[in-house]
């Protein structure tokens, strides 16, 4: 892109040498009053013409946000004889901006303003592409419009505050915060026994050794950390997202579930795994610590709802004994009540987590009927209730996602069931 003349210094051009002749062709002076602020308005803007193609860049503030988040998109003009700066960036869905319009224009020496860019939701989201136009000294020359293309954002699912007041059954780690049926060093009270040789003095219990005349100790359960698989339902999203503002759709409740979860067990110290079931398959390794907590997020953030083309005979989630499994889906698709009953099969404790939202309508369809999609709907959902009867049956807990303290109950139940004493029949 090169400079270009402006309307407004053709405009001065124009009228200004026709007053200058006309005063000279007329003999009238009262044509040189009139034209000459024209004539020395051309002046001017010719005398500062720019030398140079002008260069436009432009970058974010940050790249990587929580819903509800801002960041800043800034603009950069280098060049000799820019004196003012015009930037028009186009709306994306889910984005907010400040200015609403995003339209903002400035004097160089002022300083360039930002456009505000805020998330809304959840995903990969565009900043939407912009038009950059530049203008020099006196507005005799003008360069643009520029277009750069919309940077990435990627747009982690909000923070839930969730704290589970109830352990995970199962535990087969070494360090944790659950407590496991193996006595060791640890928190909660066992039992009290005789002292044994190699038993430390500050387990001592002194009341009951002094009403015995022998030594006693308390034992205590160690606590370990244990393995969790997220299996996240990415098939479809049903119902229509409002953003972090509005109701969520099927796929806002699971993501922010699964969200929410995984923080917790990561903060526990838990090694959490994520599989996603649909068309891209995302799949995250057990791992604990922060970074791993930002990876789990990262995924989640890419999650696009897909079915595959064709359905695996069989889903390899490599499983091993010990893992508990946390199902996150509205249980609209066969393949995740198959995967479902699969894993109980094998002997794992699975918990299913509804996420589907109770005002879900099914959408308009040109040339159906209301009522028969409404009636068709009604019998999706008699078939999910079915659906969910039957794993219930099997041994398989079926809860809806309400936030914080959800699982509770349901963990607690899992956790007596562990400890109940197992008959093997030969």
Do not use: C
């Not at 918990?351 to 309508?361: A, F, K």
């Amino acid at each position: 892109m090169t400079w270009r003349v402006t309307a407004a210094l053709a405009r001065a051009l124009v009228v200004g040498l026709l007053a200058l002749g006309g005063a000279v062709v007329l003999r009238a002076p009262v044509l040189v009053v009139l034209g000459l602020p024209f004539a020395g308005h051309a002046v001017l803007a010719l005398l500062h013409r720019p030398n140079g193609a002008p260069r436009v860049s432009s970058h974010l503030g940050r790249t990587v946000l929580h819903e509800g988040q801002g960041t800043r998109s800034h603009v950069t003009v280098t060049g000799e004889g820019i004196e003012h700066v015009t930037r028009a960036v186009v709306s994306s869905p889910y984005v907010a901006m400040r200015p609403r319009h995003g339209a903002t224009s400035a004097l160089v020496k002022e300083g360039l303003p930002p456009v505000l860019l805020g998330a809304r939701r959840w995903g990969r989201r565009s900043a939407g592409d912009e038009h950059v136009a530049v203008t020099s000294a006196w507005g005799g020359y003008r360069a643009g419009p520029y277009e750069l293309y919309g940077r990435t954002l990627t747009v982690l699912p909000q923070p839930v505050t969730y704290d589970a007041a109830a352990g995970l059954p199962h535990p087969v780690g070494l360090v944790g915060a659950h407590r496991s049926r193996r006595t060791g060093d640890g928190t909660e009270f066992a039992a009290t026994r005789p002292f044994h040789v190699g038993d430390r003095l500050r387990r001592v219990n002194w009341r009951v050794s002094l009403r015995t005349r022998e030594l006693h100790v308390d034992t205590t359960l160690t606590e370990e950390d244990t393995g969790l698989l997220l299996l996240v339902d990415g098939l479809a999203d049903h119902g229509r997202s409002g953003g972090i503002d509005g109701p969520p759709s099927s796929l806002d409740l699971t993501v922010r579930a699964a969200a929410a979860v995984a923080g917790q067990h990561v903060r526990q110290g838990d090694r959490v795994s994520l599989r996603v079931i649909g068309a891209q398959g995302q799949q995250l390794r057990p791992g604990t610590g922060t970074r791993h907590l930002r990876r789990l997020l990262e995924v989640l953030a890419t999650i696009a709802p897909e079915e595959p083309r064709h359905e695996p005979a069989r889903l390899d989630l490599g499983v091993t004994g010990g893992t508990i499994v946390i199902v996150l889906s509205p249980m609209l698709s066969p393949m995740m009540a198959t995967a479902a009953a699969a894993l109980v099969r094998r002997g794992l404790p699975v918990l299913v987590v509804d996420t589907l939202p109770d005002d879900v309508r099914p959408a308009a369809v040109p040339g159906t009927p209301a009522d028969l999609l409404e009636l068709a709907w009604r019998m999706r959902l008699l078939e999910r209730d079915a659906v969910m009867a039957r794993l219930a049956a099997i041994g398989t807990p079926v809860v809806a996602w309400r936030g914080p303290g959800t699982l509770d109950e349901v963990l607690r139940r899992l956790a007596r069931q562990a400890r109940l004493p197992r008959v093997r029949v030969r």
